[in-house]
């Protein structure tokens, strides 16, 4: 169970979250939706430990984790994939799963671990020794995904993971997060600004708005007609 | 080939090992927090300085120089702790770094200057004398020029293969790439950084040593040049790149010696900034330097 409670984030003058209280259930998928510079990236990045958290607790199965430095966090077994393509872009596909791997909670042996990226996502293997920076939109998405799923965390954090990716991609890259979830019962948050894409594949679902949550409850609900117009309205 | 041209190309390449090492000691730090500690310079005084005054305090000369190196560690933690961290740490990252590394360079210098004296003191044979040589191809090669040599690229090779060949090492390099990554993905980001300054410290240290050796003798502003030369051979080469302060500190060290043989040593400064400049001017990333690579 990851737990975010009364969360305020603040860069200077500028406050990201103002009192963000949250849950992810343990095992579930959960959606965090929201129009651009709603608060999601800051959201995940606070619970990473690289945002600063003026007030409130993060909380890590009842742990309090919100003065661990980013490392400790890491070593407990989050994994972050931030937005951005953000990969070690001279290093190559293989040399960034090794060093995700390295630093992880090392599940399997390197050997087999990397055995099953490639298994997934087979150009992966075809590009081993490619730069990261140097793969397509989609392949350095499909290595964000398999360099943060190499760590075998407990729990993962996706930001805008169908960012700037064809839909075709998108298909593929959400099929495996759901079968990633199913299969090795990690807790997952996604940060999405595909709201439709995000709720089908999740357990439960918050709205974002200018930092605070204006919209909570089960996916299929705020899926379903009812609220339809209210999630629309709070995207404008 | 006469002989005053081969031991001038002879000593050039050893001095200009040392260079290399004095660039890679510089580009260590780059490599972490893309700092440069311009204290460097004295670092290496300070550690030949210690050798001499241990050694003459009757102190084996294996233990002098692990005394010297231990210190210039230890004052490595101190530059990261005081000079570059509150600097990185400043909103909006501050250049504060620039002037503090150099005050403690200044401060440091004069306390030598201060306890040491300000004369040049001889610095005692650790590697074989002056006059010790060895004769190949009819060839007489000063055994300390190789011992240096020899002593500065193997350290530039161990270091170079921890850096290829162990997730240590690449994860000094991901810190360079990209830092908030590193630390998401658990590398301890702090200790790397820390590490990076001792080893660019004990880089120095024996650099230092190894300068006063081929020299002869040490004084409170001998670091000054060899930091100067250094940076020249880090740019040259391609700041941050390995083979490149290596080829880089080679070349300036050649041509400072020929130009110090041939023209005049008064030259040897100018010679050497002059190439700096053409450089920046011609291949600003240096001659092994390579360009970002990366695709939208």
């Given at each position: 169970?990851?737990?975010?409670?009364?969360?305020?984030?603040?860069?200077?003058?500028?406050?990201?979250?103002?009192?963000?209280?949250?849950?992810?259930?343990?095992?579930?998928?959960?959606?965090?939706?929201?129009?651009?510079?709603?608060?999601?990236?800051?959201?995940?990045?606070?619970?990473?430990?690289?945002?600063?958290?003026?007030?409130?607790?993060?909380?890590?199965?009842?742990?309090?984790?919100?003065?661990?430095?980013?490392?400790?966090?890491?070593?407990?077994?989050?994994?972050?994939?931030?937005?951005?393509?953000?990969l070690f872009r001279q290093l190559t596909v293989e040399d960034n799963l090794r060093l995700a791997?390295?630093?992880?909670?090392?599940?399997?042996?390197?050997?087999?671990?990397i055995?099953?990226v490639h298994?997934?996502?087979?150009?992966l293997g075809q590009r081993a020794r490619t730069p990261a920076g140097l793969l397509?939109?989609?392949q350095q998405?499909?290595l964000?995904?398999s360099c943060?799923?190499?760590?075998?965390?407990?729990?993962?954090?996706?930001?805008?993971?169908?960012?700037?990716?064809?839909?075709?991609?998108?298909?593929?890259?959400?099929?495996?997060?759901?079968?990633?979830?199913?299969?090795?019962?990690?807790?997952?948050?996604?940060?999405?600004?595909?709201?439709?894409?995000?709720?089908?594949?999740?357990?439960?679902?918050?709205?974002?708005?200018?930092?605070?949550?204006?919209?909570?409850?089960?996916?299929?609900?705020?899926?379903?007609?009812?609220?339809?117009?209210?999630?629309?309205?709070?995207?404008? | 080939?006469?002989?005053?041209?081969?031991?001038?190309?002879?000593?050039?390449?050893?001095?200009?090992?040392?260079?290399?090492?004095?660039?890679?000691?510089?580009?260590?730090?780059?490599?972490?927090?893309?700092?440069?500690?311009?204290?460097?310079?004295?670092?290496?005084?300070?550690?030949?300085?210690?050798?001499?005054?241990?050694?003459?305090?009757?102190?084996?000369?294996?233990?002098?120089?692990?005394?010297?190196?231990?210190?210039?560690?230890?004052?490595?933690?101190?530059?990261?702790?005081?000079?570059?961290?509150?600097?990185?740490?400043?909103?909006?990252?501050?250049?504060?770094?620039?002037?503090?590394?150099?005050?403690?360079?200044?401060?440091?210098?004069?306390?030598?200057?201060?306890?040491?004296?300000?004369?040049?003191?001889?610095?005692?044979?650790?590697?074989?004398?002056?006059?010790?040589?060895?004769?190949?191809?009819?060839?007489?090669?000063?055994?300390?020029?190789?011992?240096?040599?020899?002593?500065?690229?193997?350290?530039?090779?161990?270091?170079?293969?921890?850096?290829r060949k162990?997730v240590?090492?690449q994860?000094?390099f991901a810190?360079?790439l990209?830092?908030?990554?590193?630390?998401?993905?658990?590398?301890?980001?702090?200790?790397?950084?820390?590490?990076?300054?001792?080893?660019?410290?004990?880089?120095?240290?024996?650099?230092?040593?190894?300068?006063?050796?081929?020299?002869?003798?040490?004084?409170?502003?001998?670091?000054?040049?060899?930091?100067?030369?250094?940076?020249?051979?880090?740019?040259?080469?391609?700041?941050?790149?390995?083979?490149?302060?290596?080829?880089?500190?080679?070349?300036?060290?050649?041509?400072?010696?020929?130009?110090?043989?041939?023209?005049?040593?008064?030259?040897?400064?100018?010679?050497?900034?002059?190439?700096?400049?053409?450089?920046?001017?011609?291949?600003?990333?240096?001659?092994?330097?390579?360009?970002?690579v990366?695709?939208?």
């Amino acid at each position: 169970m990851l737990e975010v409670q009364d969360l305020h984030v603040g860069y200077g003058a500028v406050q990201a979250l103002q009192g963000v209280t949250l849950g992810a259930a343990a095992g579930g998928i959960t959606a965090v939706l929201g129009a651009n510079g709603a608060g999601k990236s800051s959201l995940l990045r606070a619970i990473s430990g690289i945002a600063p958290v003026t007030q409130g607790r993060i909380l890590l199965d009842g742990r309090d984790i919100t003065a661990l430095p980013a490392p400790a966090r890491a070593r407990l077994g989050l994994a972050h994939a931030m937005e951005g393509r953000r990969l070690f872009r001279q290093l190559t596909v293989e040399d960034n799963l090794r060093l995700a791997w390295s630093f992880g909670a090392r599940g399997v042996p390197l050997a087999e671990a990397i055995a099953e990226v490639h298994q997934r996502f087979p150009i992966l293997g075809q590009r081993a020794r490619t730069p990261a920076g140097l793969l397509s939109g989609g392949q350095q998405q499909m290595l964000i995904l398999s360099c943060a799923t190499i760590r075998s965390p407990r729990y993962l954090l996706l930001d805008e993971p169908s960012l700037g990716l064809a839909p075709i991609i998108v298909q593929q890259i959400y099929a495996f997060i759901t079968d990633y979830a199913r299969r090795s019962g990690t807790t997952v948050l996604i940060a999405e600004q595909m709201a439709t894409l995000a709720l089908k594949v999740s357990d439960r679902g918050y709205v974002l708005r200018r930092g605070r949550v204006v919209l909570e409850g089960r996916s299929e609900e705020l899926l379903a007609g009812g609220s339809e117009d209210k999630l629309a309205a709070n995207y404008l | 080939m006469d002989d005053f041209f081969f031991s001038l190309v002879l000593a050039g390449i050893s001095v200009g090992s040392v260079y290399a090492l004095i660039a890679i000691g510089l580009n260590l730090t780059f490599w972490t927090t893309r700092t440069l500690n311009f204290g460097q310079g004295s670092l290496m005084m300070l550690c030949a300085m210690l050798v001499v005054f241990l050694a003459s305090q009757g102190l084996a000369m294996a233990l002098a120089v692990i005394g010297g190196l231990l210190v210039v560690a230890a004052l490595g933690v101190f530059v990261e702790r005081f000079t570059i961290r509150p600097a990185l740490v400043a909103s909006g990252g501050s250049m504060g770094w620039v002037v503090s590394t150099l005050g403690f360079g200044i401060v440091l210098q004069g306390v030598a200057a201060k306890y040491f004296g300000s004369q040049a003191m001889a610095f005692p044979d650790v590697l074989f004398t002056t006059q010790d040589y060895v004769t190949v191809l009819g060839q007489h090669l000063s055994l300390q020029y190789l011992v240096v040599l020899a002593l500065s690229v193997s350290l530039i090779l161990l270091l170079e293969l921890f850096v290829r060949k162990t997730v240590w090492g690449q994860a000094v390099f991901a810190i360079s790439l990209d830092p908030e990554l590193a630390l998401v993905q658990g590398m301890p980001v702090r200790l790397i950084i820390l590490g990076s300054f001792v080893a660019s410290s004990l880089l120095a240290g024996v650099a230092g040593i190894l300068s006063a050796q081929i020299g002869g003798t040490v004084d409170p502003a001998f670091g000054f040049d060899l930091v100067l030369f250094g940076f020249v051979a880090a740019v040259l080469g391609g700041m941050g790149c390995s083979v490149g302060a290596l080829v880089g500190g080679l070349a300036v060290g050649l041509i400072s010696k020929l130009v110090g043989g041939y023209i005049s040593t008064a030259a040897e400064h100018a010679i050497a900034f002059a190439l700096l400049m053409a450089m920046l001017a011609l291949r600003p990333q240096g001659l092994l330097g390579r360009p970002e690579v990366s695709k939208a």
